[in-house]
Protein backbone atom coordinates (compact mmCIF):
# COMPACT_ATOMS: atom_id res chain seq x y z
CA UNK A 1 0.00 0.00 0.00
CA UNK A 2 1.26 3.51 -0.70
CA UNK A 3 0.41 6.68 0.83
CA UNK A 4 -0.09 9.61 -0.44
CA UNK A 5 1.36 12.43 1.80
CA UNK A 6 1.63 16.37 0.96
CA UNK A 7 4.69 18.62 2.15
CA UNK A 8 4.68 21.96 1.88
CA UNK A 9 6.66 22.89 5.46
CA UNK A 10 3.71 23.73 7.32
CA UNK A 11 3.36 22.31 10.59
CA UNK A 12 0.08 20.50 9.23
CA UNK A 13 1.97 18.77 6.69
CA UNK A 14 4.37 17.47 8.96
CA UNK A 15 1.84 16.15 11.62
CA UNK A 16 0.52 14.21 8.30
CA UNK A 17 3.68 12.75 7.80
CA UNK A 18 3.86 11.66 11.69
CA UNK A 19 0.67 10.63 11.47
CA UNK A 20 1.31 8.29 8.62
CA UNK A 21 4.33 6.77 9.98
CA UNK A 22 1.87 6.47 13.43
CA UNK A 23 0.07 4.23 11.06
CA UNK A 24 2.89 1.86 10.00
CA UNK A 25 4.22 1.83 13.40
CA UNK A 26 0.73 0.67 14.37
CA UNK A 27 1.14 -2.15 11.58
CA UNK A 28 -0.13 -1.17 8.44
CA UNK A 29 1.86 -2.07 5.96
CA UNK A 30 2.55 0.88 3.39
CA UNK A 31 5.24 3.05 2.42
CA UNK A 32 4.95 6.60 2.17
CA UNK A 33 5.62 8.83 -1.18
CA UNK A 34 5.53 12.82 0.00
CA UNK A 35 4.95 15.30 -2.25
CA UNK A 36 5.28 18.53 -2.56
CA UNK A 37 3.81 20.54 -5.38
CA UNK A 38 5.66 24.22 -6.44
CA UNK A 39 3.07 26.45 -8.36
CA UNK A 40 4.01 27.33 -11.92
CA UNK A 41 6.26 30.31 -12.28
CA UNK A 42 4.81 33.74 -12.47
CA UNK A 43 5.12 36.61 -14.22
CA UNK A 44 7.54 38.00 -11.84
CA UNK A 45 9.85 34.90 -12.19
CA UNK A 46 9.56 34.92 -15.70
CA UNK A 47 10.77 38.35 -16.26
CA UNK A 48 13.33 37.86 -13.82
CA UNK A 49 14.90 34.77 -15.22
CA UNK A 50 14.95 34.09 -18.50
CA UNK A 51 16.25 30.37 -18.66
CA UNK A 52 12.92 28.11 -18.52
CA UNK A 53 15.90 25.37 -16.91
CA UNK A 54 16.90 28.12 -14.30
CA UNK A 55 13.54 28.43 -13.16
CA UNK A 56 13.01 24.72 -12.99
CA UNK A 57 15.72 23.75 -11.14
CA UNK A 58 14.74 26.54 -8.29
CA UNK A 59 11.24 25.19 -7.82
CA UNK A 60 12.85 21.99 -7.53
CA UNK A 61 15.27 22.55 -5.46
CA UNK A 62 12.40 25.02 -3.37
CA UNK A 63 10.52 22.01 -2.85
CA UNK A 64 13.54 19.63 -2.20
CA UNK A 65 14.18 21.86 0.74
CA UNK A 66 10.42 21.74 2.15
CA UNK A 67 10.27 17.89 1.91
CA UNK A 68 13.39 17.51 3.66
CA UNK A 69 11.75 16.86 7.09
CA UNK A 70 9.40 14.96 6.40
CA UNK A 71 11.76 12.57 4.85
CA UNK A 72 14.00 12.92 7.84
CA UNK A 73 11.23 11.64 9.98
CA UNK A 74 10.50 8.54 7.43
CA UNK A 75 14.24 7.68 7.08
CA UNK A 76 14.47 8.19 11.18
CA UNK A 77 11.22 6.02 11.81
CA UNK A 78 12.91 3.15 9.24
CA UNK A 79 10.04 3.80 6.86
CA UNK A 80 9.94 3.42 2.98
CA UNK A 81 9.46 6.39 1.41
CA UNK A 82 9.70 7.98 -1.88
CA UNK A 83 9.88 11.90 -2.12
CA UNK A 84 7.96 13.75 -5.35
CA UNK A 85 8.21 17.28 -6.65
CA UNK A 86 5.83 18.41 -9.05
CA UNK A 87 4.64 21.40 -11.02
CA UNK A 88 1.18 22.94 -11.14
CA UNK A 89 -1.97 23.53 -9.27
CA UNK A 90 -1.66 21.59 -5.95
CA UNK A 91 -4.77 19.93 -5.40
CA UNK A 92 -5.20 18.67 -9.06
CA UNK A 93 -1.39 17.66 -9.28
CA UNK A 94 -2.22 15.63 -5.84
CA UNK A 95 -4.72 14.01 -6.93
CA UNK A 96 -3.44 12.88 -10.73
CA UNK A 97 -0.05 11.84 -8.60
CA UNK A 98 -2.05 10.10 -6.12
CA UNK A 99 -3.75 8.31 -9.24
CA UNK A 100 -0.93 7.60 -11.57
CA UNK A 101 1.01 6.13 -8.55
CA UNK A 102 -1.62 3.65 -7.41
CA UNK A 103 -1.73 5.56 -4.12
CA UNK A 104 -4.38 3.53 -1.29
CA UNK A 105 -4.87 6.76 0.92
CA UNK A 106 -3.81 10.19 1.21
CA UNK A 107 -2.95 11.99 4.36
CA UNK A 108 -3.13 15.77 4.49
CA UNK A 109 -2.53 18.38 6.86
CA UNK A 110 -5.77 20.27 7.07
CA UNK A 111 -4.10 23.71 5.89
CA UNK A 112 -0.87 24.38 4.15
CA UNK A 113 1.89 27.02 4.45
CA UNK A 114 0.22 29.43 2.38
CA UNK A 115 -2.90 29.65 4.33
CA UNK A 116 -3.94 31.50 7.69
CA UNK A 117 -4.56 28.91 10.25
CA UNK A 118 -7.61 30.86 11.63
CA UNK A 119 -9.26 28.82 8.29
CA UNK A 120 -11.40 25.34 8.96
CA UNK A 121 -9.88 24.12 6.44
CA UNK A 122 -7.41 24.82 3.02
CA UNK A 123 -8.01 24.83 -0.19
CA UNK A 124 -6.16 22.07 -1.19
CA UNK A 125 -7.35 19.95 1.64
CA UNK A 126 -11.08 21.13 0.39
CA UNK A 127 -10.17 19.91 -2.77
CA UNK A 128 -8.74 16.67 -1.78
CA UNK A 129 -11.79 15.68 0.35
CA UNK A 130 -14.29 16.75 -1.99
CA UNK A 131 -12.54 15.43 -5.40
CA UNK A 132 -10.22 13.04 -4.24
CA UNK A 133 -10.73 8.57 -5.47
CA UNK A 134 -10.08 6.99 -2.44
CA UNK A 135 -9.66 7.52 1.16
CA UNK A 136 -8.41 10.95 2.67
CA UNK A 137 -7.22 11.70 5.95
CA UNK A 138 -7.02 15.32 7.20
CA UNK A 139 -4.68 16.46 10.34
CA UNK A 140 -3.95 19.21 12.17
CA UNK A 141 -0.87 19.97 13.67
CA UNK A 142 -2.17 19.73 17.56
CA UNK A 143 -3.21 15.95 16.56
Do not use: W
Not at 112 to 139: F, I, M, Q
Amino acid sequence: MKILVPVDGSAESLAAVRHALALVREGLRASLLLVNVQEPAGLYELLRVHDAEAIETIAREAGEHLLAEGAALCKAAGVDHEIEVARGEPAHALLDIADDEGCALIVAGAHGKGESEGRRLGSVAHTLVHDARLPVTLVRSGA
